[in-house]
């Protein structure tokens, strides 16, 4: 069983930066797969937010591009996302991904205060 372990998520002031991160329990699929960040707002559907394949290319929802930044650490399989210039409109549950499959972190919440 493959098991996805977030942290980082909190309550963070517009303008100012959070660190979450992702680590998998089994490296033979961490270092084959393509690992996502995805995010769901009150009310609203889950959104990809970043993504980031096992070779290290990324992706970015327009809304993020230039604030948030995926990286991975194939030592310790663990996928990181860095926020910075955060706004209230990335109030959310952030949960990570193992892309095209069905393993899901428990999901973190961060909270953006005007």
């Known amino acids: 069983q493959v098991q996805l372990v977030e942290s980082g998520g909190g309550l963070m002031q517009a303008g100012g930066s959070l660190r979450l991160s992702c680590a998998v329990s089994?490296?033979?699929?961490?270092?084959?797969?393509?690992m996502g960040w995805y995010r769901q707002a009150p009310g609203k559907q889950r959104e990809l937010v970043a993504d980031?394949?096992?070779?290290?290319?990324?992706n970015y929802a327009d809304s993020v591009k230039g604030r948030f930044t995926i990286s991975r650490d194939n030592a310790k399989n663990t996928v990181h996302l860095q926020m910075n210039s955060l706004k209230p409109e990335d109030t959310a549950v952030y949960y990570c991904?193992?892309?095209?499959?069905?393993?899901w972190g428990q999901g973190t919440q961060v909270t953006v205060s005007s």
């Open positions: 089994l490296r033979t699929i961490f270092n084959f797969y393509a």
């Open positions: 980031i394949t096992a070779g290290g290319s990324t």
């Open positions: 991904n193992v892309r095209g499959t069905h393993y």
